[in-house]
């Protein structure tokens, strides 16, 4: 496995750091101004907009994207050192066209959707003009196991009519979200489980959708993005807006959580290397009991523990990048799932550390504060840790069936000496 930048993917990443260094670092404060003021927090905000049309005139728009003449057409393992890049600031991946759920929202139409979806919803959010969310999971169910998702999708001539109640509906929150995609059951009687689920695209406003309220994350609303739970009561939408035919909702969500999970992982690496970077500046600049407090011997070990966590999440991260574009998601859906489970952990004790080494000001500074808040929500969204662990197991035991133990030393005897 070679790791080393393609010339494609150095010229990129000097570009970004030079991007992220004169245009997001210096205006994250008016940034975050910007959503406080004037008591209305779902809105659009101008600075953030005036920055997304700066990164696409200098030809740093939708990079995640390798199957459209709209992207950057790099690979997997071209795209994470970008990826790790953008994630040091919570806004830079809505400057560069390169945030959640749109990009896999995007994966989604690119790859599964018609030619009227892609007109329509398509080109819009690849323009940056819209925003989109992904609505899966449900209060009423343990979706970790998606079988149990219970929507209804049902069929009624010329159009399908949605009832159920969602939450974590990332992005409807944005007044510029303007499409949904929604996962739920439309043949509920279906001997195999996994093709009683379906994905439809579901239009925003709809009258038949309430915003029952946001749900926080340690009490950010993540405003103006938002995690919403809504009611769909008898929403009506077209036919054509299934997405492959019914039944296929767990091929699509396996084609579109691979590469989410992957970039969310690459995504976290940067958040953690920022605050890992800003912790140990403050340990330098600061000085207690006789000395800059880096000095003391606690301060050492986690610093150096630190880089070796990160350093291992992202060598992990960079083979399961290459993994998928070398044999593809499924082949790969080990070293994924080991990365969505180690690229967060990683992260939230790198950036805890970092909180420690600000004391008080840890806990009230914005970037500190958000970044653990994703940190440690990302150990949940995309199949939390629990499921991914059993995945592996699952994996790693088949190894060992019909297999002859004495060729290995694998036998389960102990033997005394």
């Known amino acids: 496995m070679d790791f080393d930048y393609s010339p494609r993917t150095n010229e990129l990443r000097e570009r970004l750091l030079s991007f992220m260094a004169e245009h997001v670092y210096p205006n994250e404060p008016a940034l975050y101004a910007e959503i406080d003021e004037g008591g209305d927090r779902w809105k659009v905000l101008s600075k953030l907009e005036e920055l997304k049309a700066v990164a696409r005139d200098e030809g740093l728009w939708n990079l995640f994207l390798p199957e459209s003449d709209e992207g950057a057409g790099l690979s997997n393992l ?48 690849l ?70 689920q379906s994905m439809i695209l579901v239009p925003l406003p709809h009258p038949g959708i309430t915003t029952i309220r946001h749900l926080p994350v340690f009490g950010f609303d993540d405003a103006p993005h938002g995690h919403m739970e809504m009611t769909f009561d008898n929403v009506r939408v ?13 091929e699509i ?84 799932a080991m990365i969505k489970v180690a690229a967060p952990k990683a992260a939230c004790q790198v950036i805890d550390w970092a909180i420690q080494a600000f004391g008080g000001g840890g806990v009230t500074d914005h970037i500190m504060a958000n970044a653990y808040a994703y940190a440690r929500v990302c150990r949940i969204v995309d199949g939390p840790d629990e499921v991914h ?21 694998g036998s389960g005897d102990v033997y005394m000496v």
């Open 389 to 409: 662990r059993n995945q592996m197991a699952r994996l790693e035991l088949r190894k060992y069936q019909n297999t002859d133990p004495a060729r290995t030393g």
């Open 238 to 250: 077209p036919a054509s807006n299934i997405l492959l035919g019914e039944g296929r909702g767990f």
């Open 127 to 196: 323009a940056g003009e819209i925003r989109s969310g992904f609505s899966m999971t449900e209060p009423a169910v343990a979706s970790s196991d998606a079988t149990n998702i219970q929507t209804e999708i049902r069929r009624d001539g010329d159009e399908y009519v949605i009832n159920g109640r969602k939450w974590w509906t990332s992005g409807a929150g944005d007044p510029r979200c303007r499409i949904l995609i929604l996962m739920g059951k439309t043949d509920p009687d279906n001997p195999d489980r996994h093709r009683q």
């Open 253 to 336: 969500a396996q084609g579109r959580l691979g590469p989410g999970r992957i970039h969310h992982c690459m995504r976290i690496i940067g958040v953690a290397e920022r605050a890992l970077e800003r912790a140990c500046r403050r340990l330098e600049d600061r000085e207690a009991f006789g000395g800059p407090i880096a000095r003391q011997s606690i301060w050492s070990e986690r610093i150096a523990e630190s880089r070796s966590l990160l350093d291992q999440a992202r060598l992990l991260t960079l083979k399961a990048a290459y993994m998928m574009d070398t044999v593809g998601n499924k082949e790969a859906r080990m070293e994924i």
């Open 78 to 125: 071209e795209y994470a050192p970008l990826a790790e890049i953008m994630g040091r600031s919570h806004f830079a991946p809505e400057i560069f066209n390169c945030s959640a759920p749109d990009t896999g929202n995007m994966e989604v139409l690119v790859r599964y959707g018609s030619p009227e979806h892609k007109e329509k919803w398509l080109k819009p959010l």
